[in-house]
């Protein structure tokens, strides 16, 4: 893909508005540094005047290192507009010197045509993160409607700075991975809300930790004409305003590294109906690009510990199994068709072979689904792999709180994100609720009590009259009970009691009566649309289990354990009200 640096000026000179507290350093070290014949882009990383070898320094296709001045000597075609360093463990970047700014600054914009050479030098401080927390939030989708921005400043940023204050508190450092659709490509115009008003957003409400961020499908500008540059030219605003698409860093004994695992389309159609601004169907590829893994082969290459475990953030899951009980992998990437295919995912996969432990975390889909995908033995290459696909923090686009219920995504679980600890090399995890934190990682629901709220109910008995492919709960047998665990794994553990004596439990999979109700009803009767498809199919909820109690008004202990040990209880009182605010 030829893209010229004349090109990358005027996409930024066309920018809507101007990003005034760019995270890019503009630090200029008072070590020396001479460009070396051949090179054009040079310069010093240093800690407190002192120099730092060994740091990986890169323009998104060459990759060097620090010599022992601290000096790094590039020489680049420049088209990818910036240059960025590897963090190494033991150090951070430091942020925005100037007003609030969570993100830090590891890059910087290249500002001279290629035939020059040009200076960027890079400061680090130093810091104990060997122990330290990784928050993973993703799918924010801000686009200033549906009361968004209050929703995440009341209810959202509460939520986070809670859990980060109980490590702060223990003196355990906390960061945060954002996996893109920050924004909405679709309103960027409508309601003048795209990704650099996301990043004002973060310094306004005080983020609390340090935010590495990669982009999602909705973080391109659907102004962008289709055409053999889409991909590149729709990032520009994106990379403006947070840097590089891909990069990577390191904390205590883990590497991360940051993808763009989406290719913009954006072909147009006729009698296509789309935002202010918008030129085509915002339609994309789930595919990490040959100039992406080529990076990463030579950033892999720096990584000589292989027991380092390899984290992977980007918007898109790589894998999921095909249902629950099965031990068969699908794979969301696409090949030049644009079909779902193993074989690119496969292939991606490959880059990781050597090393012990592969985490992918992705967001996308806002639904929770933990992919241990040693369970397809037909892929021995992924015997080290777990695939975490996170809920979104939106939810289900911010609508069930608007419509006065919890926040919940589209598999009914809590809109939320996901925590892991890393303490040096071990790396444990659980999922946070944004209305309940991390204390509760179920919900059970009478069945009884759902069966009577749906007979006397006139707008649920409407929907089903106008879908009558959804579940009828109106119908159900007597006594059921339907438990929900979010982040269920086949690792996790679930327990029945009823008066003393264990329950069978049957794995099925099922509509969410309360995702129904808080979602599909509000966006159909409410609004007098009382026929829409895609309504019409129920929204099957992976993670449900099933019991059958011996009485309507039996008591019910469940404990629920996850897979590093940690349990979770609820003296379940039958009957049980069902309701949109039900916990």
């Known amino acids: 893909m030829k893209k010229s640096f004349i ?22 070290s008072s070590l020396p ?11 010093v990383v240093e800690c407190d005047g002192t120099p730092v070898a060994g740091v990986a320094v890169s323009d998104g296709y060459e990759v060097v290192v620090t010599d022992k001045k601290g000096v790094y000597q590039i020489s680049s075609e420049k088209r990818n507009g910036n240059v960025f360093i590897t963090i190494p463990s033991g150090y951070e970047a430091p942020t925005a010197t100037e007003g609030f700014d969570p993100v830090p600054e590891f890059w910087a914009h290249l500002a001279a045509d290629v035939a020059t050479a040009e200076r960027h030098d890079f400061r680090l401080t130093k810091v104990d993160n060997r122990n330290h927390v990784m928050l993973t939030i993703t799918d924010i989708h801000i686009s200033n409607q549906l009361g ?35 924004s909405f490509d679709l309103f960027w115009y409508d309601y003048m809300f795209d990704i650099g008003d996301f990043r004002s957003m973060l310094g306004k ?31 520009a605003r994106y990379r403006e305003v947070f840097g590089p698409t891909y990069y990577s860093f390191n904390i205590g004994g883990v590497h991360y590294i940051m993808l763009d695992d989406i290719r913009y389309i954006n072909q147009s159609k006729d009698g296509m109906k789309q935002g202010k601004n918008i030129v085509g169907t915002r339609n994309y590829d789930h595919i990490v690009t040959e100039e992406q893994k080529e990076w ?31 031990t068969k992998l699908r794979s969301y990437f696409q090949n030049e068709e644009h079909k779902r295919d193993m074989a690119p995912a496969l292939a991606f996969s490959e880059l990781f072979k050597e090393f012990d432990e592969v985490h992918y975390v992705s967001g996308h889909t806002h639904k929770l ?26 939810g289900a686009w911010w609508f069930t709180g608007a419509h006065g219920g919890l926040h919940l995504a589209p598999d009914g679980a809590p809109a ?16 946070t609720s944004i209305n309940d934190g991390p204390q509760k990682q179920f919900r059970t629901f009478d069945l009884n009590e759902v069966k009577r709220y749906y007979e006397e109910s006139g707008e649920v008995q409407i929907f089903l009259q106008n ?52 979602y599909y009803i509000p966006k159909s009767v409410w609004r007098r649309a009382l026929f829409v498809k895609r309504y019409n199919a129920p929204e099957k909820t992976e993670h449900m289990f099933h019991v059958t109690a011996s009485a309507p008004n039996t008591t019910l202990e469940i404990t629920v354990t996850d897979p590093f040990g940690r349990t979770y209880t609820e003296t379940m009182t039958r009957p049980k009200a069902f309701s949109k605010m039900m916990r």
């Open 7 to 28: 090109g990358i000026l005027l996409a930024v000179v066309m920018l809507t508005t101007a990003w005034s507290a760019s995270a890019q350093s503009a630090f200029h």
């Open 33 to 43: 540094a001479k460009a070396k014949k051949g090179a054009n882009i040079y310069g």
């Open 148 to 182: 968004d921005l209050d929703q995440f400043k009341s209810v959202v940023m509460p939520s986070i700075r809670a859990e980060v204050e109980k490590y702060r508190t223990q003196g355990i450092p906390v960061y945060t991975m954002c996996l893109g659709d920050s």
């Open 205 to 235: 409400d005080r983020y609390p930790t340090m935010l590495f961020h990669t982009m999602g499908n909705h973080d391109n500008d659907g102004a962008t004409p289709c055409n053999a540059d889409t991909d590149f030219n729709a990032t």
């Open 296 to 326: 990463l082969r030579k950033d892999l290459a720096l990584v000589a510990d292989k027991s380092t475990p390899i984290v992977v953030g980007f918007h898109c899951p790589v894998y999921r199994f095909i249902t629950d009980n099965s």
């Open 369 to 394: 689904y933990t992919t241990r995908c040693k369970r397809d033995t037909r892929y021995p290459v992924l015997a080290n792999t777990i695939d975490h696909n996170v809920g979104g923090i939106c």
């Open 416 to 431: 939320g994100f996901k925590v892991f600890t890393m303490n040096d090399k071990n790396i444990e995890w659980y999922y």
């Open 467 to 518: 879908h009558d492919k959804r579940t009828r709960f109106d119908h159900s047998e007597p006594n059921h009970v339907a438990i929900h665990v979010w982040d269920w794994d086949h690792d996790w553990k679930i327990s029945v009691k009823e008066n003393g004596v264990e329950l069978p439990i049957e794995h099925y999979p099922m509509e969410n009566p309360q995702y129904t109700v808080s």
